[in-house]
């Protein structure tokens, strides 16, 4: 039923908590050097100071391709999940080779590498009383997909209404059991920002795509 599944969508122009209408994710979101994470800011009752919101991590992500062209066996796609400056946590990496070298898969990917770092993180017991984790991401398609279609997705058995089956099904349902899993003790939601929020998650993608050597498309040797 529908009341009964979690809300993903993260739209902090629609809650009071997080200041006036005209506030930006970059004020919103504050990296934290002694914990190695970024922390959403908000007012959490009336009357009280700007401050981190308890138990909550900010993980932005970004996937890109150069060709975008599942034809063009020069192209290349790359994803990267930033943390903060000089995290140790943030990573970046290619698409594998017998993958879609699209953007929207690269967007997906860096969605599930960043799964992937929380369920480390989980396991290893940094996150023991930990309430939420929010994906930071531009990709409206990758946030749609994760926090709106998937539930007509996965009770039609990943196929659309036409009756074909849903493009990257195998790695959304993948990542949907990801998910699922995690929500079992904290949330997990999708904020989707303009791309010149993003930057950093993006210069990671970059980073990733220059050091491509086998790319048509500005790699290096």
Request: positive net charge.
């Amino acid at each position: 039923m529908e009341m009964d599944r979690p809300r993903r969508n993260f739209n902090p122009r629609k809650t009071r908590r997080y200041g006036r209408q005209t506030f930006e994710p970059e004020h919103l979101v504050k990296y934290s050097p002694k914990w190695q994470y970024s922390r959403l800011y908000n007012f959490p009752f009336p009357g009280a100071h700007w401050q981190p919101r308890m138990r909550t991590i900010v993980i932005a992500v970004d996937g890109g391709s150069r060709g975008n062209n599942r034809a063009d066996p020069n192209s290349r796609a790359g994803w990267g999940v930033y943390f903060g400056p000089n995290c140790y946590r943030n990573s970046c990496g290619l698409l594998d080779r017998n993958a879609p070298q699209t953007s929207s898969r690269a967007e997906l990917e860096a969605v599930r590498q960043a799964l992937m770092i929380v369920s480390k993180m989980q396991k290893s017991g940094e996150l023991d009383g930990w309430r939420e984790i929010i994906i930071k991401l531009d990709s409206d398609y990758v946030s749609r997909a994760l926090s709106e279609w998937i539930w007509s997705w996965e009770q039609n058995g990943f196929m659309t209404r036409k009756g074909k089956p849903v493009e990257h099904g195998t790695v959304i349902r993948g990542m949907n059991e990801s998910i699922k899993k995690l929500e079992k003790e904290m949330a997990v939601r999708f904020w989707r920002v303009g791309r010149e929020y993003n930057r950093e998650a993006d210069s990671l993608v970059n980073q990733a795509l220059d050091d491509a050597s086998d790319s048509g498309y500005g790699g290096s040797d």
